[in-house]
């Protein structure tokens, strides 16, 4: 019996494998001989907007700003003695014209003290007077003095005449010479009195200044008890009562002056030099609507710094002298006008992206990005704002977009929809 032969065994095993090559033979055949599809283009998107043609005007720029009514300096009154509250006689929120009566205090020891330093100048006027006699004494009895004198002194030439003689002793010539001395020394007094006399009365005269000086002071202090508004005058707060036992400086009322009132509107960083260049070249005015009719409000200054918590300059304005009642902390919109200016570009708001940009339309139908400077924004009569826009790289009939797109970029397809 015969056994199989080597080929005959391996048969069975490359049998899978022969399979598997003929199918990837098959299968890559078949891939090589598909019909292939043509490629086509995806359509280009565009975004609808909608587009202006632009023309250089001249036109007056303005700037809405907000402002709020304030007093200058608001005035805190304080009492300047000891005494007790008599009366208060203003109330909070009213208006008083200056010189009014708004508080009342005890004058009893004003006036106690004010008669106390009266009595001191009348001593000290009388110590002056006083002088003044003893001056012209001292001057009369200098004369007399001075006579005596003489006669003392041929006293003595007669005293030495006799006693040279032998006819008058030596003690009684003594006695003699001892008078004339004791007059001479009298007489060196009153001359130092006399001679002393301008010290004295100067020292006496400032003792009667110093006095004079406490006499007006205890005056003062009696004019104080009546506190008086110091201008026309409305009251924000009493700050004390009746009865109430004052000191120096204990606050009394707060008040401020209601002819003064200025309106502070804050300007943006980005104006400050070009409103600064218009008030220094001329007047500045700005336009409100006070109570239902037209105002204008003139810009009288600049404040001098930039307060903390603030992006801008305050702008300060006068109110016009027949103002209506106003009180601190209202708000009022106002339109800043700017000197006209020429070559500038007038567009809806919807036109400018960020703060300092357009998009115009190439001749591609694609987005252009342009820099610009917004010059303000001016109003027109039937209320539409436009924004007033200057930029070198802006020409008269370019298209700019007015609609705002989410996605804004430069070279972006768009189709213009009028």
């Known amino acids: 019996m015969h056994e199989p032969s080597g080929s005959r065994r391996m048969l069975p095993r490359l049998l899978p494998l022969i399979i598997l090559a003929l199918a990837a033979l098959i299968t890559t055949a078949l891939v090589l001989t598909r019909e292939r599809p043509e490629a086509q283009e995806a359509p280009l998107k565009r975004w609808n907007v909608s587009a202006v043609a632009i023309t250089p005007i001249r036109a007056t720029p303005e700037l809405t700003l907000y402002g709020q009514f304030e ?34 205090l005890d004058q009893r020891e004003a ?10 100048l009348s001593a000290a006027e009388a110590r002056i007077a006083a002088e003044q006699v003893r001056h012209r004494h001292d001057l009369k009895s200098l004369q007399l003095e001075q006579s005596v004198q003489a006669l003392n002194s041929d006293r003595v030439k007669r005293a030495e005449s006799l006693q ?12 003699t010479r001892q008078t004339y001395r004791q007059q001479a020394l009298a007489i060196e007094t009153r001359r130092q009195a006399i001679a002393d006399h301008p010290n004295r009365l100067a020292q006496l005269t400032a003792e009667r200044d110093r006095i004079q000086s406490l006499v007006d002071s205890a005056e003062l202090d009696l004019s104080r008890t009546r506190i008086q508004a110091p201008f026309n005058t409305r009251i924000l707060s009493i700050d ?23 309106l502070r509107a804050q300007l943006p960083d980005s104006w400050r030099t070009q409103v600064a260049q218009a008030l220094q070249a001329g007047s500045v005015f700005a336009i409100a ?20 918590g603030q992006a801008g300059v305050d702008a300060l304005f006068q109110l016009p002298a027949q103002a209506p009642a106003l009180l601190p902390g209202q708000t009022l919109q106002l339109q800043l006008q700017l000197p006209p200016r020429d070559g500038v570009f007038a567009l809806p708001p919807a036109a400018l992206y960020g703060t300092d940009r357009l998009y115009r339309l190439a001749a591609d139908d694609r987005l252009q990005a ?9 109003h027109l009569p039937d209320g539409e704002r436009q924004l007033l826009v200057t930029s070198a790289d802006l020409q008269p009939g370019d298209r700019i977009i007015t609609t705002q797109l989410p996605n804004a970029i430069g070279g972006l397809p768009v189709s213009v929809v009028e």
């Open 71 to 104: 007093p200058p300096q608001v005035t805190r009154l304080s009492s300047a003695l000891n005494a007790d509250v008599s009366r208060i006689l203003a109330v909070e929120g009213e208006f008083l014209p200056a010189g009014s009566l708004l508080i009342e």
């Open 111 to 120: 006036e106690l003290l004010l008669r106390q330093r009266k009595a001191e």
């Open 164 to 175: 040279a003689r032998k006819l008058l002793s030596q003690e009684q010539l003594d006695s």
């Open 240 to 262: 004390t009562a009746a009865g109430n036992r004052v000191r120096p400086g204990d606050l009394l009322l707060t008040l401020y002056d209601s002819d003064r009132l200025q």
């Open 289 to 308: 609507n006070w109570a239902g009719e037209p105002v204008q409000l003139q810009l009288d200054r600049l404040a001098a710094r930039v307060n903390p």
């Open 370 to 378: 342009v820099p610009v400077e917004v010059a303000g924004q001016r």
